[in-house]
């Protein structure tokens, strides 16, 4: 129901796009000061994320794979895949964090591509209709040679191994595909077929420029409903935030809670500034990768802050919390993790590439 909600406001065009799906880099600005798809879609992730992440992973359509194929997709390519389901398989078992190291190959041979490797951790692996691989043309190239493909879910070739089991988003399922002489016509890559040494990688990193505030969205949207149901929770108590109080006037439990406040206040508007700089043309990379950092640590400490502060009430499966301590984490790992973060965040503010500061 909630992912035809979603494609009825794309296709309303009311709001320039909402969802995975409807996550565009803008082009050029025309000096007007818009919010358009990626501030809309954030906004939209963290009130589906009050509740359940692992809901938001399931929901038809909305893959990072959707907004990877909307950054980069030719119209052509749009009309084809728009509309379907699509996961994103980057991860292997040889290339974590460092996805320049991946392994699997894309051979041209006449008009089709033939995909060989092994993916893994891929979410919504087994229900989406799409997987949009990440393979290399060329192992000599480097990182330059590294392209993206849409794989269709039933290619012959395309092996769903096993799917895994895990410590949160239980709802989201997390697949591992070997891909054996998988072919797939040659349309199917996104982006250009030439490799450019010398910034090849990065058209294929700008999806995350896109992709990294959607993560950040779904910790803030976390993040809220343990702040919220902990001011419940003390609330029952006869526990209050007193906002116009010094802390030290305050129980020790609502000084706590200001400063879980104050935590969550700082992600959700580096996330915000990261969409709405997405909307605007203005380069991200920094602040999309600041506000995943940002929201991904926030939202674990937050939500373990909450389990602590509602002690058994929040530990047991009997309430919310206890779910949200679990889901939390992945926040901080998939689309990257912290410590790739705070790498790419260092990078950037030094001057330094990947080959000097790893
Ligand atoms: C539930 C789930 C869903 C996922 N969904 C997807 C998906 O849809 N698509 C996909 O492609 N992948 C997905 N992943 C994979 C995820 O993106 C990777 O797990 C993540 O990138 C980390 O890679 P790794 O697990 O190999 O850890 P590693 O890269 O081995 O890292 C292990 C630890 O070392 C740290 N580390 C690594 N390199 C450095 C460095 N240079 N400096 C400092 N610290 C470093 C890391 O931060 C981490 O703490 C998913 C994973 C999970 C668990």
Request: net charge negative; proline share 3%; hydrophobic share 45%.
């Amino acid at each position: 129901m909630l992912a035809a909600l979603m494609a009825g406001m794309e296709d309303s065009g009311e709001m320039g796009g909402a969802g995975a799906a409807g996550v565009r880099r803008e082009n050029g600005s025309d000096g007007a000061n818009r919010n358009g798809s990626n501030m809309a879609t954030v906004l939209g992730i963290i009130e589906l994320c009050w509740g359940d992440v692992g809901l938001l992973l399931s929901m038809p359509g909305q893959g990072l794979g959707n907004s990877a194929i909307a950054s980069v997709a030719t119209e052509e390519q749009l009309e084809r895949f728009g509309g379907k389901w699509a996961a994103m398989a980057i991860t292997e078992p040889e290339a974590g964090s460092d996805s320049a190291a991946i392994r699997t190959t894309a051979e041209l041979d006449d008009e089709e591509w033939v995909l060989n490797g092994e993916k893994i951790f891929v979410t919504a692996g087994e229900r989406a209709e799409l997987i949009v691989v990440w393979a290399t043309v060329e192992r000599s190239a480097g990182r330059a040679g590294i392209k993206s493909f849409v794989v269709p879910k039933h290619t012959p070739g395309l092996v769903l191994e096993r799917l895994e089991h895990k410590l949160g988003i239980r709802a989201s399922d997390t697949a591992n595909f070997r891909l054996e002489d998988c072919r797939i016509p040659r349309t199917n890559l996104l982006g250009s077929e030439e490799v450019h040494t010398e910034n090849g990688f990065a058209g294929a990193m700008q999806t995350f420029d896109n992709t990294r505030p959607l993560v950040a969205a779904m910790a803030v949207g976390l993040a809220r409903a343990c702040i919220e149901e902990t001011t419940r929770l003390l609330g029952e108590s006869g526990i209050a935030v007193d906002h116009a109080a010094a802390p030290w006037r305050q129980p020790a439990a609502a000084a706590r809670l200001v400063e879980l406040e104050a935590d969550y206040e700082a992600a959700r508007l580096l996330t915000l500034q990261a969409a709405w700089m997405a909307d605007n043309a203005k380069p991200n990379s920094l602040q999309a990768s600041i506000a995943k950092a940002k929201a991904g640590r926030s939202c674990v400490e937050i939500a373990l802050a909450c389990v602590e502060l509602c002690g058994a009430a929040g530990y047991c499966e009997s309430g919310l919390l206890e779910k949200w301590a679990r889901d939390a984490k992945i926040l901080d790992i998939f689309e990257g993790t912290q410590q790739i973060q705070l790498l790419i965040v260092a990078r950037q503010l030094l001057g330094r590439g990947s080959a000097e500061l790893r």
